[in-house]
């Protein structure tokens, strides 16, 4: 029979457990909160003083650019590189590719369902603004795709001026490690001046290699992680 010493036990315990998940519950948006202002102070740092300013003491990344799109009101922090420990605070640039906001291919990638659920709200002409140290880069997006990362990988090596955002896909999977890749292709606008340190840069004409082209030619894919090429990584 069970008595009520142990039914006040098992209360007790219940409760104590009840309370230890809610204060975890509690704990993650709080965590994510404090690193966000983390964030923003660091990146103001950079602003200020240039140079490397990590968000806390034994962060091995730091602040790189900031990436805004207007008509979504969202704005995000990107922090270099790409590795799980960037992609869990932030956006993370890839570090084989160009920094974002200067001429060449830049990428920049996150979680679908954090910091880049907003990629399903862009539209082709939605207008893109990534402040770094030195200077702004006005974009425009230009291409919306789906790729494979089984069979296809991004050029970096050829005379094109990109900013591709990319993320897991689809957006509601209830697996985050599938093959596919939602990509956003941004290129600069030349109708819109840029700030200090960029100056003018053009983008490619008519003429232009198709391998620094993206989506590459359906009839020239590019194999994954081949030479100049930068392989999809697991998000």
């Known amino acids: ?18 309370l230890v998940l809610v204060g975890h519950a509690a704990w993650l948006p709080a965590k994510a909160a404090l690193a966000q202002v983390l964030l923003e102070r660091a990146w103001q740092h950079a602003l200020d003083e240039g140079g490397r300013h990590p968000p806390w003491p034994w962060a091995d990344v730091a602040p790189v650019a900031r990436v805004e799109v207007p008509r979504l009101g969202v704005a995000r922090i990107v922090l ?26 830049s990428v920049v990638s996150a979680h679908r369902d954090t910091h880049f659920r907003f990629l399903r709200e862009l539209v082709v002409g939605d207008a893109l603004v990534v402040e ?7 974009y425009r997006v230009d291409a919306l ?3 494979d ?28 490690r599938g093959p596919l ?4 292709e941004t290129r600069p606008r030349d109708d819109v001046g840029s700030t200090q340190g960029f100056g003018s840069v053009s983008s490619p004409g008519a003429g232009a290699s ?9 009839h020239a894919r590019v194999g994954r992680g081949g030479r100049g090429a930068l392989a999809f990584q697991a998000m």
């Open 149 to 176: 990362s089984r069979h296809e990988a991004i050029v970096v090596d050829a005379d094109a001026d990109r900013l591709l955002l990319v993320t897991c896909y689809p957006f509601d999977a209830l697996d985050a």
């Open 1 to 18: 029979m069970t008595t009520p010493r142990v039914l006040r036990h098992l209360s007790r315990t219940c409760l104590l457990g009840a």
């Open 145 to 147: 795709r789906v790729a």
């Open 80 to 105: 270099s590189g790409d590795s799980g420990r960037s992609l869990a605070f932030a956006p993370g640039w890839s570090e084989s590719t160009v920094r974002p906001g200067d001429p060449g291919v």
């Open 181 to 184: 890749r939602y990509v956003v």
């Open 210 to 218: 198709a391998r620094g082209v993206w989506p590459p030619p359906s």
């Open 132 to 138: 770094t140290p030195r200077g702004i880069r006005h």
